[in-house]
Structure formats: structure tokens, C-alpha cells
């Protein structure tokens, strides 16, 4: 497989983190900093850049991660990877945040073939946005669509979907667990209601999503909120 050096950004979530994957290899600068985004985000692609003696002229693909997640965050992010990608003429792969933080849990905890991954992040409003994933070489595989509900309305897959291991709880959303469908918790052998996204896992799935065809222009690099238009103008101020 051809090396690639790609850029992937994320600012999904409270953690602001910029990544370099160059040759397989991946350097990471991630910060816990719920209002500092915008500020942040700029030098830490600055540094990754100037630490490998990089232009961003050097560069073949963006990537960031596209949501769900905070509506604001996603917002910095895209705007940032569509100006980089606008200017350099440059291919974007978006990745889904709940995913990310599927590879971190896959990673941390050393998932193994087959294992299932539950992924609930905050969604507020009483709300959680959900994803479910099997460990399929060492990476996520969705296993339906992501959707945001009421913690008592998650559910996991039907049986046969895949997941022959444990299902394991990742994301700040699993702090609701107590609201979950017992159907759910009981399958839940062990859960990290600390992972957030992080560009290094976006970065590392942006990699397979290059060479696997899936990335977009500029313009086509859009946020996903899941979360419908309806619902949207319901907040607070709108």
C-alpha cells in the first residue's frame, strides 16, 4: 500500500487534537480544553508540521473527524479542513467520530477479533448519540447506523450480527448507563466512560479510508450532526 502523509484534525468533543500520519507512522498533539479549540488548534498543526520538517504543501489528504458530536467543534474543525483543503487542492476523508473512539477503545483495552463496541457519547438535551462496532482487524466496523436517543432507548445489535466476543461500553455517554436497557447492560463486560475522539484514531482510519476510495472535496467535507433539522432549531437561542 502506497504511504500517504495525511493531516487529520479533530474538535468533536471537549479534547482538541491534531495528528500526522507519515509512513505508518502516527505523532499526535491532544489537549482537554473545552473553549480553547479555535485557539489551539492552528499551532498544534503548525508544530506536527514543522517537528517532521513538513510544508502543508507536503501533504496528500486532510481528514477530519466529521461527527457526531459538539455542534460548535464540529463547525471549527470542518471550517479548518476546508479551507486547508480549498487551498492546497487538497482530498478530504471524513471520519465518524463515534468510530474514533471505537479504534481508541480497541486499542486501550486490546479488543480482540469479533469483540463488540458500544459507543455513546453526550449528546445534552437528555440525549445520546449511539454507534455500535465489531473488532474486525484490529479496526471498527459499524454495525447499523449512528443515531441520538434517550439512553433508554439504546439497544445493541440482534444476535448473528457479528459480534461473537464481549461488548465493551466506550464514551463519555456510558456515565447514563444506569438509564440503559438492562438488555444492554448485561452484555457490557467492561466499559471507559473517559474516551473522547482523538485525531491519532481519526488519523489511523482516514489512512484506510484513503486508499479504500472514500475521500471527498472540499466542499463535499460536511459535519454530520445526526441529529435532524427539527431538533436543531429547538435549541436555546435559535
Known amino acids: 500500500m502506497d504511504s500517504v502523509k495525511l493531516l487529520a484534525l479533530d474538535t468533536s468533543s471537549e479534547g482538541c487534537s491534531a495528528a500526522l500520519w507519515l509512513d505508518g507512522q502516527i505523532t499526535e498533539r491532544f489537549e482537554v480544553a473545552p473553549r480553547g479549540h479555535t485557539r489551539l488548534l492552528m499551532p498544534m498543526v503548525r508544530e506536527l508540521l514543522a517537528e517532521q520538517g513538513l510544508s502543508p504543501s507536503d501533504l496528500d489528504?486532510?481528514?477530519?473527524?466529521?461527527?457526531?458530536g459538539s455542534f460548535t467543534g464540529l463547525r471549527i474543525a470542518t471550517g479548518v479542513i476546508?479551507?486547508?483543503?480549498?487551498?492546497?487542492?487538497?482530498?478530504?476523508?471524513?471520519?465518524s467520530s463515534l468510530a474514533a473512539v471505537a479504534l481508541n477503545a480497541i486499542e486501550q483495552q486490546s479488543l480482540g477479533e469479533g469483540d463488540g463496541i458500544a459507543v455513546a457519547f453526550d449528546a445534552r438535551m437528555g440525549e445520546v448519540y449511539w454507534g455500535t462496532f465489531v473488532c474486525r482487524?484490529?479496526?471498527p466496523e459499524a454495525l447499523g447506523n449512528e443515531r441520538v436517543c434517550p439512553p433508554e432507548a439504546v439497544a445493541l445489535p440482534e444476535s448473528g450480527a457479528g459480534v461473537s466476543g464481549h461488548w465493551f461500553g466506550a464514551g463519555q455517554g456510558w456515565k447514563y448507563r444506569d438509564a440503559m436497557p438492562q438488555a444492554v447492560t448485561e452484555h457490557i463486560s467492561g466499559m471507559d466512560d473517559s474516551l473522547v475522539p482523538r485525531a491519532a484514531?481519526?488519523?489511523?482510519?482516514?489512512?484506510?479510508?484513503?486508499?479504500?476510495?472514500?475521500?471527498?472535496?472540499?466542499?463535499?467535507?460536511?459535519?454530520?450532526?445526526?441529529?435532524?433539522?427539527?431538533t436543531w432549531k429547538k435549541l436555546p437561542g435559535r
Open 61 to 68: 489528504a486532510l481528514a477530519f473527524a466529521r461527527g457526531p
Open 201 to 230: 484514531q481519526v488519523a489511523r482510519l482516514a489512512e484506510r479510508g484513503f486508499h479504500n476510495g472514500e475521500a471527498v472535496s472540499a466542499d463535499q467535507a460536511q459535519p454530520v450532526y445526526v441529529r435532524d433539522e427539527v
Open 137 to 139: 482487524d484490529g479496526l
Open 82 to 95: 476546508q479551507g486547508m483543503a480549498w487551498g492546497l487542492d487538497l482530498p478530504v476523508v471524513p471520519v
